[in-house]
């Protein structure tokens, strides 16, 4: 049958196109629906590539503001920012890695279909996009992914009151910009407007900027952005907003019950993503559902026989699923593996690693102290800070620190936490040092090249032991 598939995966993001590509490399013969005219999904066609691409050319922008610090002459003065070139660069980035995608399917003879998707029930799906096809699948992926979380309250007219799709399409920087929400989306916007030159405050509901880290971390990121300039409201809760032809006012009430009035030219929600299942019939095949979300088993497979869903649409086995690409393609490799007959092992979300790509850097793994405390370890910790070391005073990127929590029983390491320079690349020997099961001695006498910002991690583990050598 021309129809008939081993897989159909529904959605291209980064847990689709992945479970689909590693399918096929498994001997399955696979389709991927897909609504939109580009692979991707959200973290390359909005998310994770578009802000880092700003993010780049943000850093860029910093670095030639203060270029007489590096002895480099500007003759032409100042240097200004043209939002046109930083698009067309950030687009040329995006396309060249969908084109990717596409050879990829084409070399692994993937069936890519455009249109909407709906579960039929008995291995059907069907797909919209002008007439109406229906494809035969043994078994079904549903990796639909998650669109920006609305406010009740707050409308988005994507002209004042923005959502972060909106954002990274920005031709002009707003004067001011206020953001709702301080988690990586929120405190990456930060850093890319105020770079550019806008004057940002962030308001956030919960007491701490990047509420899931380690609470070292947070502090030292609400520090570096006053530093800054860039203000933070924490504890703070929006009554209201309206905007106008120039300016978005909220109405902001903080946690001791106090109002103030804040007027920016643009207001950005940045509160979280929603899970993409409406229109997609799951409800109605009986699929199990909590708010929107797609339950699931540690194997991924739903309430419904062969069904199976991956990466942000879905919730696990009651606890907080990590709305991540990495996680997302992880599962989806998982998920192929297991349809092929291989022998799979549940993923360890306390290994799974979180980026968050602000000035200064994040980069996390594993339990933070208060968690490890909850959970009754004996906990021990060691920090050290980047501006020690002669790398970070060449790069003249000297805010932050390492932290270590350590289990002081058995002396394995429980948790990495780093904000500071190259923080989201460092975090993977962090990784591996959980994976492995690492003590913190073996990470101690780990020789760490010199002069290195990874220095950073091998002094830290020494001051778990009260042993580190340059403080």
């Known amino acids: 049958m021309p129809n008939a598939y081993d897989v159909v995966v529904i959605g291209a993001g980064t847990g689709g196109y992945v479970a689909a590509i590693r399918a096929a490399q498994l001997g399955k013969r696979v389709a991927v629906v897909e609504k939109q005219q580009s692979l991707g999904g959200t973290c390359l066609i909005w998310g994770c590539i578009p802000t880092k691409a700003l993010l780049e050319h943000a850093h860029a922008f910093e670095m030639f503001q203060h270029a007489s610090d590096w002895g480099v002459a500007l003759p032409s003065g100042v240097p200004a920012l043209d939002m046109r070139l930083v698009h067309a660069r950030k687009d040329k980035i995006i396309a060249g890695l969908t084109k990717g995608i596409d050879f990829l399917f084409k070399k692994h003879t993937i069936t890519r279909i455009r249109g909407t998707a709906r579960l039929a029930g008995q291995g059907r799906v069907d797909v919209f996009e002008g007439e109406k096809q229906t494809l035969d699948a043994t078994e079904i ?37 206020a953001i709702l929400g301080a988690g990586a989306v929120g405190v990456e916007f930060a850093s890319i407007f105020s770079r550019f030159g806008s004057e940002v405050t962030v308001v956030e509901l919960l007491p701490s900027l990047t509420p899931g880290e380690d609470e070292a971390v947070s502090s030292e990121l ?42 920016a030219d643009a207001l950005l929600v940045a509160t979280g993503r929603s899970p993409v299942t409406h229109g997609l019939g799951a409800e109605a095949l009986g699929i199990q559902m909590d708010r929107g979300y797609i339950q699931v088993d540690a194997m991924y497979r739903t309430s419904v026989p062969n069904i199976s ?17 990495h996680v997302s393609s992880a599962e989806g490799t998982l998920v192929a593996e297991r349809l092929a007959g291989q022998d799979v092992r549940p993923l360890n979300y306390d290994h ?45 990127e000297t805010v932050g620190f390492v932290k270590i929590v350590a289990d002081g029983k058995y002396d394995e390491v429980l948790g990495v936490h780093m904000i500071g320079p190259r923080s989201t690349e460092l975090i993977a020997e962090a990784v591996m040092a959980l ?37």
């Open 222 to 263: 609400e520090k570096a952005f006053r530093k800054q300039g860039i203000r933070s409201l924490t504890g703070a809760k929006v009554v209201s907003v309206s905007s106008d032809a120039a300016h978005v006012t909220m109405q902001v009430e903080g946690s001791d019950g106090k109002s103030q009035e804040l007027v």
């Open 352 to 396: 799974v690693p979180s980026c968050t790509y602000c000035d200064p850097e994040i980069g996390s793994v594993g339990l933070t102290e208060a968690e490890a405390r909850r959970r009754g370890f004996d906990v021990k910790v060691g920090s050290f800070p980047f501006g020690v070391l002669g790398r970070a005073k060449m790069a003249g």
């Open 309 to 325: 869903a991956i990466g942000d649409v879905i919730t696990l086995e009651g606890r907080e699923h990590p709305q991540l690409a």
């Open 435 to 471: 994976r492995l099961e690492c003590t913190v001695e073996e990470l101690m006498r780990t020789i760490h090249a010199h002069p290195t910002f990874s220095e950073a991690v091998g002094e830290a583990a020494h001051a778990v032991h009260g042993a580190a050598i340059h403080l």
């Open 141 to 177: 992926i549903v990796a639909t992914g998650s669109s920006p979380r609305r406010v009740p309250g707050i409308e988005i007219d994507h002209t004042r009151i923005l959502t972060s799709d909106d954002a990274i399409h920005l031709t002009e920087i707003p004067t001011s910009l």
